[in-house]
């Protein structure tokens, strides 16, 4: 399997591609793109010796979104990647990615194994830290919005959904680094309020 031509291939089919009115042009691609690293760095962590599936789990990171807002979309890009890359790896590649884009979305509802998992948590990971600050920023901006109205939203509804986010989580490594990201959008937040009233910071 040729990774760096996947890539190219995921960039043609998604990296001018808008599927959501609050994000950016190519926001699927580089979110796939994000999630392909992401899932090596926590492969690492949780399988250090264990190479064996690197590319498959990348293949199918650059794809896990390929079907989004056809919904059930994992369900719908298991078939799609399927066709998109059946010149660019084996019968028995395609199957292995389809089967972990097919399962990317639907967390804790059997057993799955460590790939699945793997691909799941770098999944949801990706959507915490910075990009949740950018995606918020996305939606504030789209919709005319201030600054309060992005930490009015911190206030009321983010805990709720970072909680229910971190409780999905398959492996104790990716709670970790989910609560590391939560620290900096929280140190984060407290920074833009006190900023956002004209404060300063106390660096004495």
């Known amino acids: 399997m040729d990774l760096e031509l ?11 591609r808008k599927a959501h009115t609050h994000r950016e042009t190519g926001f699927i691609y580089y979110h796939g793109a994000r999630v392909a690293n992401l899932v090596i760095n926590l492969r690492k ?54 089967e972990l884009i097919s399962c990317h ?31 918020n920023f996305c939606y504030s901006a789209i919709d005319d919005k201030n600054i309060d ?10 805990k709720q959904i970072a909680d229910k986010n971190r409780s999905l989580l398959n492996f104790g490594v990716s709670e970790k680094i989910f609560d590391e990201k939560l620290q900096f959008v929280h140190d984060f937040v407290k920074r833009m309020k006190i900023e956002n009233i004209g ?3 106390d660096f004495e």
């Open 199 to 201: 404060d300063i910071v």
């Open 6 to 16: 996947i890539k190219q291939r995921a960039f043609e089919n998604l990296g001018k």
């Open 105 to 135: 979305a639907h967390r804790k509802i059997r057993k799955y194994n460590s790939y699945e998992m793997l691909l799941q948590d770098a999944d949801l990971l990706d959507h915490f830290g910075t990009i949740e600050l950018w995606m």
């Open 45 to 98: 962590l949780v399988l250090p010796e264990d190479r064996s599936m690197d590319e498959i789990l990348q293949a199918a990171a650059y794809f896990h979104d390929i079907a989004k807002g056809i919904e059930p979309h994992s369900k719908y890009g298991a078939v799609l990647v399927k066709e998109i890359l059946q010149d660019l790896c084996t019968a028995e590649e395609l199957e292995q990615i389809a």
């Open 149 to 158: 109205f992005s930490l009015y939203y911190y206030d009321t509804e983010f």
